[in-house]
């Protein structure tokens, strides 16, 4: 089972002058909403997280929506041995998220894993589906706190690119 999670920063708040409902996408994806962000295999209690505070927790799950689909672009899916890969950068470091998907399994592993350390696999419909619904709940989140988010174009085109499934 896949658990994806958030928390915002204390230490680096949006700027109280940010008007959310004409916020660009740059400003969405990279300068506001940072903190942690976490992807966890439940059945074998294992997780891959940040612990820096800087991470921009809306761009990571974009980002994951993007990546999933990128995996998918084999015409053969889940029956492909062909191996897909994908990679999330994270714009302030060096750090990254490496996925790769053969058959219907999503191997990730990350930068900051000891070596040898297996990466968490995981169900590509599953980490879709997930992802998804990490990114719809997160939006609902936000646009409880920020007045205005909701009524953001970006916000509403990320949304019908991405619906629920």
């Not at 990571?60 to 929506?65: D, E, M, N, S, T």
């Not at 191996?83 to 996925?99: C, G, I, K, Q, Y």
């Not at 936000?142 to 916000?155: F, K, Q, R, W, Y």
């Amino acid at each position: 089972m896949i658990d994806l999670g958030y928390s915002l920063s204390r230490r680096f708040p949006d700027p109280p002058q940010t008007d959310y409902r004409t916020a660009g996408v740059h400003a969405l994806r990279h300068d506001l909403f940072c903190g942690d962000v976490y992807l966890a295999d439940t059945t074998a209690d294992r997780e891959l997280s940040t612990a820096w505070g800087w991470v921009p927790v809306l761009d990571f799950a974009w980002a994951l929506c993007d990546i999933v689909e990128q995996l998918d672009t084999d015409p053969r899916g889940s029956r492909s041995a062909r191996p897909v890969h994908a990679e999330l950068d994270f714009t302030e470091s060096a750090d990254r998220m490496r996925f790769e998907r053969r058959f219907g399994w999503v191997d990730v592993e990350a930068d900051w894993m000891p070596a040898d350390e297996p990466p968490l696999t995981f169900n590509h419909a599953a980490l879709r589906r997930e992802a998804r619904d990490f990114l719809h709940d997160l939006i609902a989140d936000l646009t409880d706190m920020h007045d205005g988010l909701e009524d953001n174009p970006v916000i509403w085109d990320l949304q019908s690119r991405f619906p629920r499934v």
